[in-house]
């Protein structure tokens, strides 16, 4: 699932309508919409508000190796 799938889903989990959302993290119902879109365009800044609005926060995770049977694979 996607980011911006996660922070709709989040929201509706709470009851919060995305002007509501959007109300408590400071920006307008519109960048609400655009970052549940996913759209590449909007700022880390209004990610981070959103986030924080709904309890939640960024991790970065190391990207996972495929194991050499995985690669292996592609190639049969």
């Known amino acids: ?6 922070i709709r889903q989040r929201r509706l989990n709470r009851g919060l309508t995305q002007a509501s959302l ?4 400071g920006i307008t119902r519109q ?14 800044m209004a990610y981070a508000r959103v986030l ?4 939640c926060e960024f ?12 690669i292996q694979g592609v190639f049969e």
């Open 59 to 70: 991790t970065l995770m190391p990207a996972a190796m495929p194991t050499l049977d995985e």
């Open 31 to 44: 960048k609400v919409i655009t970052i549940e879109r996913g759209d590449l365009s909007v700022g880390m």
């Open 22 to 25: 959007a109300s408590l993290a």
């Open 52 to 55: 924080a609005a709904l309890d």
């Open 1 to 6: 699932m996607r980011l911006g799938e996660q």
